[in-house]
């Protein structure tokens, strides 16, 4: 098998699990796909508007000895997200591991939340996820295993003034973890979902002093989390050690939803 590496040369793959993360040009995403090609993971890097960090988080796997490619596709697409499950598994004719990583938020109290907000962030966040899942489930199928985890919140669980829509999205990616465990359980898929809470990224460092502070102050261990933490999560849930986890909800969020 060959691929493209971040210089544009072609070289040799050895057989290696291949792992779809969405949204890992920066933030979470990125964390996630460093850790999965350390597990030794070929990963696309998946992005939509961050096409020169999707190539700085490859040249980052590629530094540390891991290797992937990037894959330019906007998740809230429902036919685009096809066209790419389709092309990876041509190219690499099985894809082992699904993570749904890509998430935007656009904040807003209910009483003054615009429609196309409400609904771009139910497109990205909870379709998004729908979009791949159903696309690469057929495959993970006919493969009789395979791994998805897809990134809920704390907001999904608790609800948080502000973020109607976002919190809905994720509640609704627990309602989707939860069937899809079901439905694709019997032929050894695993289906769980990672809630973060507060964790250091570009999503959460415009949030105004008050409400970090209120948020801290909820949180058990009293400080935000690292991507780090995040990730690590993930790539466990992914891993062999968790072949018997699925259709959890797994909190990394210092304690916040205790
Ligand atoms: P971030 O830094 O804002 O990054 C968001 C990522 O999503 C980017 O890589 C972005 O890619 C990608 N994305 C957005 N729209 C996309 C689309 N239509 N198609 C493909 N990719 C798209 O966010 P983050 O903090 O790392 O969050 C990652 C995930 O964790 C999200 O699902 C978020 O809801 C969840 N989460 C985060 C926190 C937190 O405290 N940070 C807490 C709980 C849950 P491009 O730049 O290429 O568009």
């Given at each position: 098998?060959n691929r493209i590496n971040s210089s544009g040369e072609k070289q040799e793959q050895i057989c290696r699990r291949v792992a779809l993360v969405t949204?890992?040009?920066?933030?979470?995403?990125?964390?996630?796909?460093?850790?999965?090609?350390?597990?030794?993971?070929?990963?696309?890097?998946?992005?939509?508007?961050?096409?020169?960090?999707?190539?700085?988080?490859?040249?980052?796997?590629?530094?540390?000895?891991?290797?992937?490619?990037?894959?330019?596709?906007?998740?809230?697409?429902?036919?685009?997200?096809?066209?790419?499950?389709?092309?990876?598994?041509?190219?690499?004719?099985?894809?082992?591991?699904?993570?749904?990583?890509?998430?935007?938020?656009?904040?807003?109290?209910?009483?003054?939340?615009?429609?196309?907000?409400?609904?771009?962030?139910?497109?990205?966040?909870?379709?998004?996820?729908?979009?791949?899942?159903?696309?690469?489930?057929?495959?993970?199928?006919?493969?009789?295993?395979?791994?998805?985890?897809?990134?809920?919140?704390?907001?999904?669980?608790?609800?948080?003034?502000?973020?109607?829509?976002?919190?809905?999205?994720?509640?609704?990616?627990?309602?989707?973890?939860?069937?899809?465990?079901?439905?694709?359980?019997?032929?050894?898929?695993?289906?769980?979902?990672?809630?973060?809470?507060?964790?250091?990224?570009?999503?959460?460092?415009?949030?105004?002093?008050?409400?970090?502070?209120?948020?801290?102050?909820?949180?058990?261990?009293?400080?935000?989390?690292?991507?780090?933490?995040?990730?690590?999560?993930?790539?466990?849930?992914?891993?062999?050690?968790?072949?018997?986890?699925?259709?959890?909800?797994?909190?990394?969020?210092?304690?916040?939803?205790?």
């Amino acid at each position: 098998m060959n691929r493209i590496n971040s210089s544009g040369e072609k070289q040799e793959q050895i057989c290696r699990r291949v792992a779809l993360v969405t949204g890992a040009g920066r933030g979470i995403g990125r964390a996630i796909a460093l850790a999965l090609a350390q597990q030794g993971d070929f990963v696309i890097v998946n992005y939509n508007g961050s096409g020169e960090k999707a190539l700085e988080t490859l040249k980052m796997i590629e530094s540390a000895g891991g290797a992937g490619e990037v894959y330019g596709c906007n998740v809230a697409d429902f036919d685009a997200c096809g066209a790419m499950i389709k092309d990876l598994v041509a190219r690499h004719k099985h894809i082992d591991v699904l993570v749904n990583n890509a998430g935007i938020t656009r904040d807003g109290l209910l009483a003054g939340m615009s429609e196309e907000d409400f609904d771009r962030v139910l497109e990205v966040n909870l379709k998004g996820c729908f979009n791949t899942m159903r696309h690469l489930s057929r495959q993970l199928l006919k493969q009789r295993g395979g791994r998805i985890v897809n990134l809920s919140s704390v907001s999904g669980i608790m609800g948080n003034p502000g973020q109607a829509n976002y919190c809905a999205s994720k509640a609704g990616i627990i309602g989707l973890t939860k069937s899809a465990a079901r439905e694709l359980g019997s032929r050894g898929i695993t289906v769980n979902a990672v809630a973060p809470g507060l964790i250091e990224t570009e999503m959460t460092e415009h949030l105004p002093e008050a409400v970090r502070e209120d948020m801290t102050r909820q949180i058990l261990l009293k400080r935000a989390g690292s991507v780090r933490d995040v990730a690590q999560t993930v790539a466990f849930l992914v891993s062999d050690a968790a072949s018997y986890i699925t259709g959890q909800v797994i909190s990394v969020d210092g304690g916040m939803s205790t």
